[in-house]
């Protein structure tokens, strides 16, 4: 038997199980202690585990982050929170340098089994730097694992295959659907592999791939185009690395692509994918892919960012224009 | 004045007690009747303003937004400190410095409700951009001063605001180093308001003060009262004269540690009842800045019953008067996000608003607006 959980319960479950079940998982971070977390995804974890294992630290991203490897190379399973994406910078050295890196440096002698969540994305009408998806950064550096759960039970089983991987992981949780709904979540520890892509939905005229919070918006425009367009909706999860099998496969059923992200379009996770479809499957090719994506442009504040994001119609227009190419 | 930079860096200067008196040996700062009486009018603005701002939020009419309540007296203190050619660079909490600068309240406002023109600075006003990353803005601090300094300026002072957390993160420990080496005029104003959201200030750092951190830089620090606006008004006055002129052999940045609370949370997402207990607030309640300036204005005979009550009267007007102009304000043109990326907009993004604009026509505004 399970709990109905929402998304960000689902993370607290994944962490609150796994570090019952090893000692050596612990989270740091700025308010993540008796605070509980900005968004509560920490709630209650102070008071089961102790201020050794549930750390407040510092206002120090670079801290946090660098600290974080040190941890990890002496055999701690640290899990640092970022309280917003857009606040990663000061740790970004730390992680393209250092984390990222640790393993091919040393040559195995050190490695770096750390996971660093962070909430990203837009549609919470929040201030400057707290709605961007910067994903691409994270997919563009060797070393790294870029994982974005869509549902609560991917995000519980993927944050704790997460923490048992050996290699440092990028955990973008999707803050829009934190709340936005629930799913039956199984008690204890369990893992959603890293690298799988998910098919939420079978189709065979159109194969649309996406991840995170656009998830929701891409299978709801493929419900709307239902009887007229049979939309294949696959759901990455994980960015890094690409299940480029899942990817292909799909897109040599149906034989065209979209691709929708919150992201701005340029240099955006869509353009990988577009270039890997044209080395794997060239000839099942029948039309253009069509990228419905965030515009090259800082994401806007609350008044205007509706318009920034992909929505139902938005996603709805661009995948008509390939399917009607 | 500079003999008050010129002391221990826990040696925590104060003008006014609790009660509004002169503390032995204190000095009034020299403001003229009407000035002090504009202090206290600007403090109590912020406070009615802050309330309005923070209903308003509850009331769903504007975003997020970051009270004030109890630093009115260190924000407005030490921005009346500035000259006219002074520069202030905010972090995001500073709407009564700004105000004090010459950002109208409307603008705070706009900004709060999510629209970017908000933050656009009036042209003749000398105050720079919002900066929300913790402490990103102490670099730009210390880079406009050494801009100035560079093109042979004497006669300005860069005053920059940051809060007890910042002093946690690389770029402020970056930008006071750099202000110390190249000797940049600046004054580094902490408003050490205890909390940095959940995270207490004695878990930020072992230092015993925030202001003792200056010394490493090789420059003073200076603790004040932050909820004595003359006190904090004559630091930080000392501190800017320092910077434009400072004494042979002594360097121009001074690092000012306001000791002060914040009453309210630290933005309208958080619950302070979690992580502090209402004691402790109602401890820093009783040094609370705006009755500590209205009692000794009262007691000096600048202010009388008659006076407080007009001033009430003219900011509940002023503040609803901001208000209904932010309210008033239609939403920005979505296309304004496609503006002001580029000094020129590249081909690719034109096309991009192309696009956008053909995805409008077909569905209609409606349908992409969320409820």
Redesign the interface.
């Known amino acids: 038997m399970g709990e109905n959980l929402t998304l960000v319960q689902a993370v607290r479950d994944g962490l609150r199980d796994e570090m019952a079940e090893d000692d050596d998982v612990l989270v740091m971070g700025?308010?993540v202690?008796?605070?509980?977390g900005?968004f509560r995804a920490t709630e209650g974890l102070y008071d089961e585990f102790g201020e050794e294992r549930v750390i407040?630290?510092?206002?120090?991203?670079?801290?946090i982050v660098g600290t974080a490897i040190g941890m990890a190379a002496y055999g701690l399973k640290p899990v640092p929170e970022i309280q917003f994406s857009?606040?990663m910078?000061?740790g970004f050295d730390q992680i393209v340098s250092h984390m990222a890196r640790l393993r091919t440096r040393s040559r195995g002698r050190f490695t770096c089994p750390m996971v660093l969540r962070a909430p990203f994305g837009g549609?919470i009408?929040?201030?400057?730097?707290?709605s961007e998806s910067k994903e691409a950064f994270y997919v563009h550096e060797a070393g790294l694992k870029v994982a974005i759960p869509s549902t609560p039970h991917d995000a519980k089983g993927m944050l704790i295959a997460a923490i048992r991987d050996p290699d440092p992981v990028i955990f973008l949780e999707p803050k829009k659907i934190y709340r936005a709904f629930r799913e039956e979540v199984p008690d204890g520890p369990y893992e959603v592999e890293l690298g799988e892509a998910a098919v939420r939905r079978e189709g065979s005229d159109v194969s649309v791939f996406t991840w995170g919070a656009m998830t929701r918006p891409t299978v709801e425009a493929a419900e709307n185009m239902a009887g007229d367009v049979d939309v294949e909706v696959v759901d990455l999860r994980t960015l890094s690395p690409l299940d480029e099998e899942t990817i292909v496969s799909s897109f040599e059923k149906t034989g065209r692509a979209a691709i929708v992200h919150e992201a701005p379009?340029?240099a955006g996770v869509g353009a990988e994918i577009t270039a890997t479809l044209q080395e794997e499957a060239l000839l099942h090719q029948e039309a253009p892919v069509k990228r419905v994506t965030g515009?090259?442009?800082?994401f806007?504040?609350?008044?205007?960012?509706?318009?920034?994001l992909p929505?139902p119609?938005?996603i709805e227009?661009g995948i008509r224009e390939t399917v009607e190419f | 004045m500079t003999a008050s930079v010129h002391r221990e860096p826990d040696d925590m200067v104060r003008v006014l007690d609790e009660d509004g008196e002169v503390v032995d040996g204190a000095e009034v700062p020299d403001l003229d009747d009407g000035e002090l009486v504009e202090m206290y009018r600007t403090m109590k603005l912020a406070r009615r303003f802050d309330e309005r701002a923070v209903s308003l939020q509850r009331q769903g009419r504007i975003g997020t937004y970051p009270p004030l309540s109890g630093q009115e007296g260190a924000q407005v203190g030490s921005a009346m400190a500035l000259g006219g050619d002074d520069w202030m660079v905010p972090s995001y909490r500073e709407h009564a410095a700004s105000l004090v600068q010459g950002l109208p309240l409307k603008q705070t406002l706009r900004l709060w409700m999510g629209d970017e023109n908000g933050a656009r600075v009036p042209e003749d006003v000398n105050l720079f951009t919002v900066a929300v990353p913790i402490a990103s803005q102490i670099p730009h601090a210390t880079g406009l001063a050494w801009a100035s300094k560079l093109t042979d300026e004497q006669d300005k002072a860069f005053l920059c605001y940051f809060g007890d957390g910042a002093t946690s993160e690389g770029d402020f420990h970056e930008g006071l180093n750099f202000a110390g080496v190249f000797d940049t005029p600046n004054v580094f104003f902490c408003n050490n308001n205890q909390w940095a959201i959940s995270v207490p200030r004695e878990k930020q750092t072992a230092s015993k003060t925030l202001a003792q951190k200056a010394e490493a830089y090789g420059f003073e620090g200076v603790q004040v009262d932050g909820m004595d606006p003359l006190a904090v008004y004559a630091v930080t006055k000392a501190a800017v004269e320092k910077a434009k002129d400072p004494a042979e052999g002594e360097l121009r940045p001074t690092m000012i540690e306001a000791v002060q609370y914040r009453f309210g949370a630290h933005t309208t997402a958080d619950d302070p009842s979690v992580y502090r207990e209402e004691e402790e607030v109602q401890k820093w309640k009783a040094k609370d800045p705006i009755p500590r300036l209205e009692k000794f204005l009262l007691r000096t005979d600048r202010l009388d019953e008659a006076d407080v009550a007009d001033i009430e009267a003219d900011i509940e007007d002023r503040v609803a008067d901001a208000i209904a102009a932010a309210e008033e304000t239609p939403r920005p043109d979505p296309v304004e996000m496609f503006q002001n990326v580029y000094a020129e907009m590249p081909g690719r993004l034109e096309k991009q608003l192309e696009w956008f604009q053909s995805i409008r026509a077909e569905h209609g505004d409606e349908a992409l607006l969320e409820d």
Not at chain 1, 56 to 63: Q, R, V, W
Not at chain 1, 295 to 298: A, E, K, L, R, Y
Not at chain 1, 300 to 308: F, G, K, R, S, T
């Open positions: 700025e308010d202690g008796k605070n509980g900005v407040d630290t510092p206002l120090a991203e670079s801290g857009g606040f910078y000061p549609g009408r929040a201030p400057e730097h707290h379009k340029t515009f090259d442009v800082p806007p504040l609350a008044a205007l960012e509706d318009y920034y929505e119609e938005r227009s």
